[in-house]
Nanobody, 124 residues
Framework: QVQLIESGGGLVQAGGSLRLSCAVS????????MGWFRQAPGKEREFVAA???????YYADSVKGRFTISRDNAKNTGYLQMNSLKPEDTAVYFC??????????????????WGQGTQVTVSS
């Protein structure tokens, strides 16, 4: 059974930081790619960041320079370090996994496995 479990969300003031974690089980994590997406109320799910099995990283323009995606294969865990948070970063954040990271890495449909999401709220 594949499970992705996010943690680390919460309430933070603008300019603050949070680190999200995504613990993966039931998958060959070291050979998987991982993505982070977010969804605000009334909006579509949008790409935030992705990391390939070889640690190549990709970021949405809106988070570039503020967010960092990483992975620890020994712990089967992926991370999203979020700095300089803004109110517009408020959303439910989801991690996702796929066995193959295509050129369409920014599309949710490219990922076959998803976590349940964790709420991030940034107050102004």
């Amino acid at each position: 059974q594949v499970q992705l479990i996010e943690s680390g969300g919460g309430l933070v003031q603008a300019g603050g930081s949070l680190r999200l974690s995504c613990a993966v089980s039931g998958r060959p994590f070291s050979s998987d790619a991982m993505g982070w997406f977010r969804q605000a109320p009334g909006k579509e799910r949008e790409f935030v960041a992705a990391i390939s099995w070889s640690d190549t990283t990709y970021y949405a323009d809106s988070v570039k320079g503020r967010f960092t995606i990483s992975r620890d294969n020994a712990k089967n865990t992926g991370y999203l370090q979020m700095n300089s948070l803004k109110p517009e970063d408020t959303a439910v954040y989801f991690c996702a996994a796929t066995g193959y990271l295509s050129a369409a890495y920014y599309k949710p449909r490219e990922y076959g496995y998803w976590g349940q999401g964790t709420q991030v709220t940034v107050s102004s």
